[in-house]
Nanobody, 116 residues
Framework: QVQLVESGGGLVQPGGSLRLSCAVSGIIFSSYAMDWYRQSPGKSRELVAV???????NYADSVKGRFTCSRDNAKNTVYLQMTSLKPEDTAVYYC??????????WGQGTQVTVSS
């Protein structure tokens, strides 16, 4: 059974930082790219960051220079370090992986709220 479990969300002031984690089980973690998405109320889900099995990364323009995605293949965990947070970063953040064109998995999401 494949499981993706996010943690690390919370309430933070503008300009603050948070680190999200996503613990993965049930797949050969080191073989697959991992993604972080986010969804705000009334908006569609947005791709935030992608990390390949070899830790090459790509980011949405809205988070470049502020967010850093990393992975620890020994711990089967992917991270999203978020700095200089803005109110518009408020969303539920999800980790995701696609193991084939037909099979993909999502975590349950973790809420990030940026507010003073």
């Amino acid at each position: 059974q494949v499981q993706l479990v996010e943690s690390g969300g919370g309430l933070v002031q503008p300009g603050g930082s948070l680190r999200l984690s996503c613990a993965v089980s049930g797949i050969i973690f080191s073989s697959y790219a991992m993604d972080w998405y986010r969804q705000s109320p009334g908006k569609s889900r947005e791709l935030v960051a992608v990390i390949t099995p070899r830790s090459h990364t790509n980011y949405a323009d809205s988070v470049k220079g502020r967010f850093t995605c990393s992975r620890d293949n020994a711990k089967n965990t992917v991270y999203l370090q978020m700095t200089s947070l803005k109110p518009e970063d408020t969303a539920v953040y999800y980790c995701h992986t696609a193991v084939s064109s037909r099979e993909s998995y999502w975590g349950q999401g973790t809420q990030v709220t940026v507010s003073s």
